[in-house]
């Protein structure tokens, strides 16, 4: 029933966004494993950092899509990393959980560059 509302609520969030659903779900999947892997070693209830969504995003793309990530993207409207920063923010803001215990910095996402410089098609 969970992953039904989640799923809900990321299709509403998509209509009024440049980006498709798909990006909103991969970005969800990727807070939940950062937030797996982040709770494993800090205290209950500490934020995590940003920066640790950008690296899990950056891990996944590279799992599930290896060199196509950037293409991928492409086709759900992210071009930028500062994308995903919105993305995030959107999820933050809609209270889509797990976003709620990010300690959010667009700072984070601004010095990553464009996708293509990360994930070269070539």
């Known amino acids: 029933m969970q992953d039904e509302v989640l799923s809900k ?3 509403l ?23 797996g892997e982040w ?14 969504l950008v690296v899990a995003l950056q891990r996944l793309a590279s799992e599930r899509f290896g060199k196509c990530a950037a293409a991928t993207f492409n086709l759900w409207g992210v071009t930028r990393w500062q994308d995903f920063a919105e993305i995030a923010s959107r999820m933050q803001e809609a209270k889509i959980l797990p976003s709620a215990l990010l300690e959010f910095n667009q700072d984070d996402f601004k010095s990553r560059g464009v996708l293509d410089d990360v994930f070269p098609e070539t």
Request: glycine share 4%.
């Open 9 to 11: 609520a990321i299709e």
């Open 13 to 35: 969030l998509a209509k009024g966004s440049p980006y498709d659903a798909e990006a909103y779900e991969f970005a969800l999947e990727a807070m939940k494993n950062a937030f």
């Open 39 to 52: 709770n494993a070693k800090e205290p209950a209830g500490t934020k995590m950092p940003s920066s640790q």
